[in-house]
Each structure stands twice: as structure tokens, then as C-alpha cells.
């Protein structure tokens, strides 16, 4: 190799090493390797022991707001917030802190898997911003169609732990971040899992917000269960005791939860909404708090609410395409192939 | 609710019950030869059997509409207004001429009955859809126990440790 050939690659090498500290993007790691780092984040808070101070900020209407909890992670077993602000996680099940102590929140298997982040979003990896003063990789989601960024996950890099999770609108604000402030422990699955909650029992007058579902596999005629709106695929159908319907629909990235009931909406008895927005030929409540992005609106006698972490925007998307459906109604094929395929997440 | 017996030919016109009952297909095999016969010879029968029926298929083209919210408790605490007040004393006018408008009041009064009887019927038999208020807060802590199953555990339930934001 000529001495200039030498030269030409060397002085090469060094504007890749340039570029790639400029952007923060590591050379080779795309796609593939941002699902992985998301994986492991996953499962990270049932290998790893952790304890801190999260902060949520979001905007709505009037602002930024934001609010500060605890989180502390012990054998696989996660605690969110303190006294009647609570909840819990093992494995599938979780429970929440009711005003007459712990209440199970969900205790049914998972069938359907989400689809992968990859397959509606562009993935990239690169080094973050330290958090909470922990080194951490970036996964960036990018919209293809806009290319604009829509989430930034920061996750240690020692743990694999997320430690700090941002949600941008269509013009790459942030609208929405969920991160540590303070790590008081990080690693090691040394701790004995604490014992689960004493979960009491609901009385019957709080039965009408029971928060545990039951997986069903049919749906009653009048309510609309799509299986696929807008990019999101249907990953579980539930019944709640007062015969409320919720779906999760998921697009690896974002969930959104559909919950039907039969009636006319009372806006008299909501609280005050931040904003009104258009669905179809409805107009619907929309609000911006501490879990996401919600829209309340009713079409025919049935009133569907939405909440969901993805923004306003792309929730009145969501919300639009499901009405659409809805009123056009599932074909037969569809309802028979859900009814003996849905349990097994073979749809 | 009984109606009056059709007439023999040659008598007076049968009034728009009778005429309903024919198109509802309510009449004995003998009532209807007679009406069939009547009809075949009065042109006037037959544009009155034609009102009666145009203004029934009206009623029964009518949409179906609930009452809005309050409606009977305002009608209850109102009360309906007193008819007489409101119609004016007729003119005097030539016998057959009254005799041909009081036909026609009556003809109209009974579809004005029947359709405000539909209309009544209609609000108060379909069955009106319950008012819901979504707990909203619920369904959010709901989403985000969901949620925590499939995406990060710690971001997905941090919601549910703080206030979630509602203003009353």
C-alpha cells in the first residue's frame, strides 16, 4: 500500500471518529442493537437491585408540571411512590395502593408479545447525556416519514436500567420526560425480594372501578376491537367488572388503551378538560396529566376514552382511525378469527 | 280502541279511521267488498283514502328522536297551555263549505293525534342509553399497569405513585 493510500485511509478514520462524536451516534449500531439495548432495559429491573428518586414532567395547557416519587427495585420486585400513592410489580402481577391498603391491579397473563419498535420507527444508538450522574446509551426513535426524533431512551450502561425516557412531538419538542434525579443504589441482585402485598378485598360499592380485567376473547356486538389502527397492533382485550372493555394496542414503542362503555357521555360530571378536540363528527375531552394523554369523546350510544403515553397529537390520530373502524364494524372473518386465535396471540 | 262499522253504500263516508283500518288491512272479508265497492264509485273516497294514506306513511317515516335532557320535568311543572286561548273565533261561512273544513279539521286532528301519539310512544318505549361518566383517573392507572407489562416497568408506573394531574 502507497504511502498516500496509508495517509487517505488514516485521515478517513478520523473523520468517521469525528462525525460520529459530533452526532453521538455509534458507528455500526442501528437498528438491531437499539432493540437490544431496549430489551435489556426491559428486564433489567428484575436482574438489577435499584433505589431513587424519579421525576415525571409533562406539559399540558398551562405549562411544564412535574411531580417526584420513589422507586426502589429488590429481587425482580419493583415499588413505585409511597403511602396511598403506591404500586407494585413482580412478574406479571401488580397491585396498587387503594385508601383501605393494597388492591390487586392486573393478575393475568400476557399472551400477545408487542411488535417490534423497529418495524413502524427508525432506531438508532449513540452516547447520552449522564443521568443522574450514570454514563448511559441513547436509543433514539426517529419518525421515517418526518424524520423527526419522537422518543430518547437513556439507559445505563453499566445495568442496562432505563434511567430517564423522553417523548417528543412531531416537531422534536419534548412534551414528556420520566427520569431518575438521585441513584442511591444501582447493580447487584444481592436484596431478598420483599413479600408480596397483603391484597385486600374490595367491597362491593367500589366494584364499578375495579381496576383488574379479565382477559375475554370475544367482545360484546357494539363494542369495536380493530385489530390493527394507525400502526398499533392489538396485543389484549379485557373486561373489567362493571363491563367496561379496555384494549392495549401497542406499537412496540407507545401503548394506548381503548376503554369502552355503553352510555351516552355526561360531560357534567368530568373534570375540566385542557383541551377540545374533533373526532370525526365528535367532540372530544382532551386532557394531558401525569400518565398521558387522554380523550374522552361518545359515538352512538357508546363512550370511548383513550389514554395513552404517546402525545396529544398522535393519540386524536389513533383516536380518528379507531372511530373510523369502529363505525364501519369488524367483518365476520375478523370476529371468528379473534375468537379462536385471539387467546393464543396467534393474530 | 273499537271503530265505527263502514257503511252500507249509498250512506255517508266513511270517516279516516275507518279508511286506516282499510289500509291496515283491519276490515272483515264483507267491510272490505263494501269499501272496495264505495271506492269504485267515489272519486272523493279515493282522494280522502289517499290523504289518509300519505299522511300515514309521513308519521311512520318519521325519525326517531329521544326527548332532550329535562323535557318531561319541564312539560310536568308547565303544564301543557290552554288551547282555547290561543284559536280564534271562526267567521261565519255557507253550510257545505263548514260542513267539508269541519271534515277536514277532523281528518287532520286525527293525524295530528296519531303522530304526536307516535312521537310519544317513540320517547317513551325506546329505551333511553345511561349517562356515563368515565373515571378517568382509573382508566389511566389502569393503562399504566398495562403498559408495565410490555414496555419499562419503573417509566410505565411512576404515574401511578404520583397525582395524575385531573383538575376537578
Given amino acids: ?347 | 280502541m273499537s271503530r265505527p262499522p263502514i257503511p252500507p253504500t249509498g250512506s255517508v263516508d266513511p270517516d279516516d279511521t275507518v279508511l286506516s283500518a282499510y289500509l291496515d288491512g283491519e276490515c272483515t272479508d264483507a267491510e272490505r267488498v263494501a269499501l272496495d265497492a264505495r271506492l269504485a264509485d267515489s272519486a272523493d273516497l279515493r282522494a280522502a283514502l289517499a290523504e289518509v294514506a300519505a299522511a300515514r306513511d309521513a308519521v311512520r317515516g318519521l325519525p326517531l328522536r329521544d326527548a332532550p335532557p329535562g323535557f318531561f320535568e319541564r312539560l310536568l311543572a308547565e303544564g301543557l297551555p290552554e288551547a282555547s286561548a290561543a284559536v280564534p273565533t271562526p267567521a261565519p261561512v255557507p253550510d257545505d263549505l263548514t260542513a267539508r273544513r269541519a271534515r277536514r279539521t277532523r281528518r287532520w286532528t286525527a293525524v295530528g293525534g296519531a303522530a304526536a301519539a307516535a312521537m310519544l310512544a317513540v320517547v317513551v318505549l325506546v329505551p333511553r342509553p345511561a349517562s356515563v361518566t368515565p373515571p378517568v383517573a382509573t382508566f389511566t392507572d389502569a393503562h399504566a399497569v398495562r403498559s408495565s407489562l410490555q414496555d419499562d416497568v419503573v417509566s410505565s408506573l411512576v404515574p401511578l405513585g404520583v397525582r395524575a394531574g385531573f383538575r376537578p
Fill in chain 1, 1 to 347: 500500500m502507497s504511502r498516500g493510500r496509508r495517509v487517505g485511509i488514516a485521515l478517513g478514520l478520523v473523520a468517521l471518529v469525528a462525525a460520529t462524536g459530533a452526532t453521538g451516534v455509534l458507528p455500526g449500531a442501528y437498528a438491531d442493537d437499539a432493540v437490544t439495548v431496549l430489551d435489556r432495559a426491559r428486564t433489567a429491573t428484575v436482574r438489577e437491585d435499584f433505589a431513587g428518586t424519579v421525576q415525571i414532567e409533562w406539559l399540558d395547557d398551562g405549562g411544564w408540571r412535574s411531580a417526584r416519587t420513589k422507586v426502589t427495585g429488590a429481587g425482580g420486585a419493583v415499588q413505585v411512590g409511597e403511602g396511598a400513592r403506591q404500586a407494585g410489580g413482580r412478574a406479571e402481577d401488580r397491585w396498587i395502593a387503594g385508601v383501605t391498603g393494597w388492591e390487586v391491579g392486573w393478575d393475568e397473563p400476557v399472551a400477545r408479545k408487542s411488535p417490534s419498535p423497529a418495524t413502524r420507527w427508525d432506531l438508532t444508538v449513540g452516547t447520552g447525556i449522564p443521568v443522574a450522574g450514570r454514563a448511559t446509551v441513547m436509543v433514539t426513535a426517529t419518525d421515517p416519514k418526518t424524520g423527526a426524533p419522537r422518543v430518547r431512551a437513556y439507559c445505563d450502561k453499566a445495568t442496562g436500567v432505563m434511567l430517564r425516557r423522553e417523548v417528543l412531538d412531531r416537531q422534536g419538542r419534548v412534551v414528556r420526560a420520566v427520569g431518575f434525579v438521585e441513584v442511591a443504589r444501582l447493580g447487584g441482585a444481592t436484596a431478598v425480594p420483599p413479600s408480596a402485598p397483603q391484597v385486600v378485598e374490595r367491597r362491593p360499592s367500589a366494584r364499578g372501578t375495579d381496576p383488574t380485567p379479565d382477559t375475554v376473547r370475544a367482545l360484546p356486538a357494539r363494542f369495536a376491537a380493530p385489530d390493527r389502527v394507525t400502526g398499533f397492533v392489538l396485543a389484549g382485550r379485557y373486561e373489567r367488572a362493571d363491563g367496561t372493555v379496555q384494549l392495549y394496542y401497542s406499537d412496540g414503542l407507545f401503548g394506548v388503551s381503548v376503554f369502552q362503555q355503553i352510555g351516552v357521555l355526561d360531560p357534567g360530571g368530568m373534570p375540566e378538560a385542557d383541551a377540545r378536540v374533533r373526532v370525526r363528527e365528535a367532540v372530544a375531552l382532551g386532557y394531558e396529566v401525569a400518565g398521558g394523554s387522554v380523550l374522552v369523546w361518545e359515538r352512538d350510544g357508546v363512550t370511548r376514552t383513550l389514554v395513552s403515553d404517546a402525545t396529544a397529537a398522535d393519540l386524536r390520530e389513533f383516536a380518528v382511525a379507531f372511530d373510523d373502524r369502529a363505525a364501519d364494524g369488524d367483518g365476520l372473518v375478523d370476529r371468528v378469527a379473534d375468537f379462536l386465535f385471539g387467546p393464543f396471540g396467534w393474530r
